[in-house]
Each structure stands twice: as C-alpha cells, then as structure tokens.
C-alpha cells in the first residue's frame, strides 16, 4: 500500500512476542486472527472518520472546508475514508489506503510546495459564467502550504482492547498475558 501506513511499537513487545512466537511454534497459524484484527482495525479507523478524531481520541482541527460548507473534515468526497483496507497473513496485519495525498493528512505539512505547470479547465472567469468551458494552462509556481496532521491510523486504546477481546475469543488460555498492559 502507497499513500500512508503505519508501524507501531508496543510496550512489553518482548512478553507478546514471545507468546506470539510460542503460539507460532505451538502450530497456530496466525492468519486468521490477522486478518480478523485488520478488519476490527480498518473498521475503526472509517469510525474516526465518522468521529473526526485520531486514534488517541483526540479531536481534529476542523478544515476550511467543513467549516465554510458544513460537512465534516476528510470527507467531502470521501475518497481517503473508502480508501483505506486491511490485510492480514500468518506474520503481519497491514492496514492503509492507496491514495497518494494520504500521508499529508495523517503527517500534516508546513512549508513550501511546488506546483507544475498543468491544465485546468473553467467555466468561470472573473466570477462570470462562460459560454463554454475552456482548457487553460496554469504556470507552475510555489505555494505556502499549512496543513494540520489529522492522524487517522493508528492504534488507540479502543484498538488495543478490540485486539484483545478478539484475542482472548481464538486463543482463549494459550496465551494469557498478551494484551496485558503496554501502549501503542
């Protein structure tokens, strides 16, 4: 997946990947449970879009956008929110979205940013409407550019306990301490 991912460490890794790893030499094949917590997790990063908020539950700063119109932040088209999918195998859990502007909203940016010379069609010049539309070149230049970080993939507490609720269901008394403490 391009666009935005994520890699967390968790305290006390070493006690879970140790039971991890007995489950693993044990015979278990992790997939299932992998893709199972990718689902709960790509399921609650569409909630915090439906919630505006990050992973630790903190609130985003509303955009311009839903400010002037309504709406809500990171959804006027809702094409990041659809974006974003799971996949899990014996090893790993991936959870992201293909879309390349996502990294600059999960990351935030300030600075300049240079725009090349491209194409743009209008059909509104000098605030009148015209006959027809018509093709445009627009130069290149810079722009200042300050966009806030909206973190949307992360692991939270609601995750870490979606986890394991959905850990102690497959390996109900293999693996006790697992999700026993720690954070994201």
């Known amino acids: 997946m391009s666009g935005a991912s994520f890699t967390f460490h968790v305290d006390g890794a070493d006690a879970i990947e140790r039971e991890m790893a007995a489950l693993a030499a044990a015979g278990e094949d ?63 859990i991936r959870v992201g979205t293909n879309v390349v502007y996502a990294a600059i909203h999960q990351l935030g940016f300030s600075g300049a940013q240079k725009v090349s010379t491209h194409k743009r069609r209008i059909s509104e010049a000098f605030g ?5 539309p018509v093709e445009v070149i627009v130069p290149g230049f810079t722009r200042q550019m300050e966009m806030p970080a909206r973190a949307y993939l992360g692991i939270g507490p609601e995750d870490r306990d979606d986890g394991a609720d959905l850990f102690r269901e497959f390996f109900a008394g293999r693996a006790p301490g697992l999700f026993a403490g720690g954070s994201a």
């Open 30 to 92: 992790l997939t299932e449970f992998n893709q199972a917590f990718g689902l709960i997790l790509e399921s609650n990063v569409l909630d915090r879009f439906d919630r505006e908020s990050a992973p630790d539950g903190s609130a985003w700063k509303k955009s311009a956008r839903a400010k002037a119109e309504g709406g809500k932040t990171l959804t006027d088209t809702a094409r990041l929110k659809g974006s974003i999918t799971s996949a899990g195998d014996a090893r790993e």
């Open 128 to 132: 009148r409407r015209l006959k027809a």
